[in-house]
Structure formats: C-alpha cells, structure tokens
C-alpha cells in the first residue's frame, strides 16, 4: 500500500536575496508515514518542524528530494481535498463567527454537504464550541481559537490530518479533548501527522515517531521499536534490613528509599528472581514488581541532547 | 463557488482595513472641500456669468480627474493588499491548505477588488452626476462609459500591482504602480512633458507601459461640453480590449510568479 506520507532525501536552505547567508533548514530527511497511523513528528525548537510541514502542504519548495502526499505531489488539489491542516498559531479572519469561518471553509474544501447547517453544527459541538455561535472570533480565547482551528481541519472530512501543535494554548482538558478526537480519528481509519512538545500524551495515542533535531533525520520508527524494552525491572518492597541492602549494592543493584513509605530496588532483568526471592527470604514484603519501559520524553532527550 | 468565496471573503475584508477606510473618509473628505468652492462659485453675484460657468466647469473638471485618480491609487492599494495582508497575517495558510490553486486564490483575491472597486465607481459616478447637478451643469452620457472605462482602467492597475506584490513588498508595489502609472503619463503623446527622455526610450515606454490617453474619460467625454464625444463603437471596443487585455497579461505574469511564491508567514 502507498504511504500517506513520503519524504526521501529531502533538503531545504534559506537563503536571502543579496546575501551569503544560508541556513539549511532541512538535510537529506527520509521517512514515511503509512495510512491509518497516528505519527508524532518530534523535535527541539527550530529543528525544521514547521519547514517539514511547509513543504508537505506545498507553501515551501524543497531543493533537492522528494515528497509524495496521498500519492500526489504536495500543494497538488487531490492530495489538499483529502487533508485537514491545522497551522501553529492559526490566523483567522477575526471579523467572521465560528459558523461563518466553517462555512467558507467547507466551500473551499469543495466538499458537498445537503445540509451545511447541521454539519457545521455537529462540528461545533464537537469542539465544545456550541452557544458561541455569534460571537466573533477576535473576541475568541487563545483556546477557543485552537479548538475552531480543529474543527476546521475537520470540516472536508480528510483522509490525512496534518496537525501542528494541535494542543498549543489548550487547558489540560482542552489537551485531552483533542488527544480523544485523535485517538477517534485513528479508529476511523484516518491518518494523523502531528508535531507536538508534550511527549507524555503523544505516547499515549501514535503509533510511529519521527525525530528530527537541526534539519537532520535523527530517528523514524514505529513507537514500540523506537522504546524499545528497558533491560531493568523494578521491586518495591516494604523496608530493607541493613545486610540485604549491603548484599544488594554487591551484586550491583541500585537501592531508593526516596518513596512514601516503601523502598525501590532496582535490578538487571536476568536477576529479578533471585533478587525478590533473596528480600522475601531477608524479611522483606514484595509490594510491586514493575518492569520499566522507556519513556518518548527519556528518548527523545536522550536522542537531541535535551535540545542542546 | 472557490472562486466566489475568496472573493467575497476579501471584498468584505476590505471594509475591516483600516487605511481602506481612511482612503474612503479622505476621499468624502476633498469632496465636501471641493464643494465649497463651487458653491461659492455658483452663488456669486456677477456681471459676467459666462466667466463664472466657466470657473464651476473647470471645477467640476478637477473634481472628476481627482475622483479618477483616487481611483487608480485604491485598486492599486487594495490589489497589493489584498495579498500581502494573506501572508502577514498568516491565514493563507489555512486557505490555501484547501483544494484552492495558487491561480485561483489570486484570481479571487483580484475579482475582490473588482467588486470593491465597482462600489467605488458606482459611488465616483453618482458623485459626478450630483455635483454636475448642483453645478447646473447636465452630463450628457451614457452611464455605461462612465462605469465601464474607469472600471477596466483600474483593473490594469489592480492587475499590476497584483503582479508586483507576487515578488515584492506591498508598499514597494504600490509605489512601483504609481511610478509606472506617472512614467506612463509622462511618455504619452499627449503629454506636455518628458520631452527630456530620448525619443527612442519614449517610444520604447509608450509601448510597453499602460496607455494613459486610451482608457482616460478625456478621449470620450469633456465635462467642458458636459456631453459625450461622439465615438464609433469600434472605438470604445478596441479601448477596452486593450485595457482588459494588458490586465491579462499582467494577470498572467502574476499567477506565473506565484506558483512558486513560499507562502510561510511574514
């Protein structure tokens, strides 16, 4: 099956007029996103993000590669007819209502609708902007704004959904209303590229990662090859005696007694048995045995330096 | 239906501009000075009140080119705005994420200055006909040419400036229209001035820039006369072919230079 998504070998440099200066925003990037997927496109701050996403939607020319959407050439219509794009920072025209906003935007999506009213309405409600009908959009909260940006993006019914910081200036629940309607969209069988910074609740819904830092691939994969498993587990017991802890630091495993009341051991995976059955037989309770999983925030820092 | 959404969608836009809007009270503004004037003009006691008509027709004269040329410089205004303030403000990202082709999303953004410019005709010509009115003066003419030929000059220049602002700032268009515009006055042959470029540049410029004297209301009507030239239909026609069709072309050259035009956010 064709990707939704392909870049291959993809550069792109800036370069202004009458001058030397070039940044190169983007060098020899390559990956894919297949159809169905929900695909997190992670990076620090000016990592080439948002030119990544320029040249995707076909506002931006690459200089060298190549970039198919839904089968197309991107800015192509029939590849634009089946995307819903939510913009970092979208701008409006403030002077039009919410209802106005969706309904250009649905005659400009081409999309044919026996009754534009109650769709714009349903979507309204989706986004738990229903009773602001007549209000004007500059008189619209940042997250208010957000949420009629996605209902937007929703509007052509799309087959792909390019969001770029989807959650940005939402409340908590604002940010989980919207990991919801991903997670919705991907059980409908839509494709979702999203860029983000909130790693933790970006883990929770895709299922691919790409990771660019400085204009470079620095690593593409489906999320659970990406994490990997952790080789450690973790005990946690109820209190350590003096010479188990001592037999403990001897064969190297790291001892936490930082927690509310209990005591975390952490061991190599191979020693877990031996481990537990060494603090039952020292007097110890085994509360927990938890076998740990990295975390997208642990590897993506561990990956782009902490954005350094 | 794409077409006539973006179209409206800048036409209303308009009505939210701020220096759209300080253009049209400048404009109600030398209006009502220039009505003093004449007012003044048309209540004098004289012994000779063929000097006076005079006076008031000379006024009504100014009055209409002022009109006129307020006119070049708002489609001019309002073409290179129209895009530029797509791209500072950021929302031709969202729109041109839809099915909308570069062509489409600058042939709609024209067809709305089109129409703001068709309000300002309307409003330019019920103007002259209520100020020839008070003036005592009859305009003797069909309102089509009225409509029509300011309309097609100023979509030459709303096409220009469109053009420019594809690869330029938008003040850097405008002031680029007014000069082309200025430079195009200066060469024609019925200008008085510009005797100091060569005759070979002259030439050169009168081709290539837009026709100052074929689209001006002086070649048909004289609002000395008060009345319309009489003109072959042949005339009007080919006056008008050449003004659409040097809109075209700059049309053209404007979707050409988009098309590869990065649309990120000024």
């Known amino acids: ?308 | 239906m794409k077409l006539r959404s973006l179209a409206w969608i800048t036409f209303v836009s308009f009505f939210r501009n701020k220096l759209i809007i300080l253009f049209f009270a400048v404009f109600l503004g030398v209006i009502l000075l220039f009505m003093t004037p004449l007012l003044t003009f048309k209540s004098m006691a004289t012994d000779n009140p063929a000097q006076v008509q005079a006076m008031i027709v000379s006024m009504l004269s100014l009055i209409s080119s002022m009109v006129s040329g307020f006119g070049s410089l708002l489609a001019a205004w309002a073409a290179a705005d129209a895009v530029a303030a797509e791209m500072r403000s950021g929302t031709i990202m969202a729109v041109m994420a839809r099915p909308v082709r570069r062509w489409e999303f600058l042939l709609g953004k024209y067809l709305g200055v089109e129409m703001l410019m068709l309000v300002y005709v309307a409003f330019m010509v019920i103007v002259m006909y209520v100020l020839a009115w008070i003036a005592g003066q009859r305009l003797v003419t069909n309102p089509w040419v009225l409509v029509v030929y300011p309309m097609v000059r100023y979509s030459l220049y709303a096409a220009i400036a469109t053009w420019m602002v594809t690869f330029m700032h938008s003040i850097l268009a405008f002031v680029v229209v007014l000069i082309w515009s200025a430079l195009a006055n200066l060469v024609s042959p019925g200008s008085g001035g510009g005797r100091w470029i060569p005759e070979a540049l002259r030439r050169g410029l009168y081709y290539v820039l837009p026709s100052a004297d074929l689209l001006s209301e002086s070649s048909f009507l004289s609002i000395t006369a008060a009345a319309l030239k009489q003109r072959p239909w042949t005339e009007h026609l080919t006056a008008l072919a050449y003004g659409l069709d040097y809109a075209l072309v700059c049309f053209l050259l404007a979707a050409w230079t988009f098309r590869r035009r990065s649309l990120a956010r000024e």
């Open chain 1, 1 to 308: 099956m064709n990707a939704a998504i392909e870049f291959a070998g993809v550069s792109k440099v800036y370069k202004r007029i009458f001058s030397e200066e070039r940044v190169e925003a983007l060098h020899d990037v390559s990956f894919s996103v297949p159809p169905g997927e929900v695909c997190a496109f992670l990076g620090p701050n000016g990592a080439g993000k948002t030119t990544s996403i320029g040249i995707l939607m076909g506002f931006l020319f690459p200089n060298s590669g190549e970039v198919r959407v839904l089968g197309h050439e991107p800015g192509d219509v029939r590849a634009k007819a089946q995307i819903g794009f939510l913009p970092e920072n979208f701008a409006f025209y403030r002077f039009l209502t919410g209802p106005k906003l969706l309904s250009l935007h649905l005659a400009l999506s081409g999309r044919k609708v026996s009754d534009p009213f109650s769709l714009i309405a349903a979507l309204l409600a989706q986004v738990k902007l229903s009773g602001y009908e007549s209000l004007r959009i500059s008189k619209y909260s940042r997250g208010m704004v957000q949420r009629l940006g996605v209902a937007q993006a929703l509007i052509g019914d799309p087959q792909l959904l390019v969001f770029d910081e989807p959650t940005s200036g939402l409340d908590p629940a604002g940010r989980k209303e919207v990991l919801d309607l991903v997670h919705a969209l991907k059980q409908a069988g839509k494709t979702v590229f999203l860029s983000s910074h909130i790693l933790p609740e970006v883990e929770q819904i895709c299922d691919r990662v790409v990771i660019i830092d400085r204009g470079r691939l620095v690593r593409a994969g489906r999320l659970d090859e990406i994490l990997g498993r952790s080789a450690k587990v973790e005990i946690v017991v109820d209190q350590v005696s003096e010479e188990a802890a001592q037999a403990l630091a001897e064969r190297g495993a790291q001892i936490d007694r930082s927690g509310d009341g209990v005591v975390r051991v952490l061991v190599e995976s191979a020693a877990k048995r031996e481990t537990a059955e060494m603090l039952w037989a020292s007097g110890s309770d085994v509360v927990r045995l938890n076998p740990l999983h990295n975390s997208l925030e642990g590897v993506f820092l561990n990956l782009v330096g902490g954005g350094k």
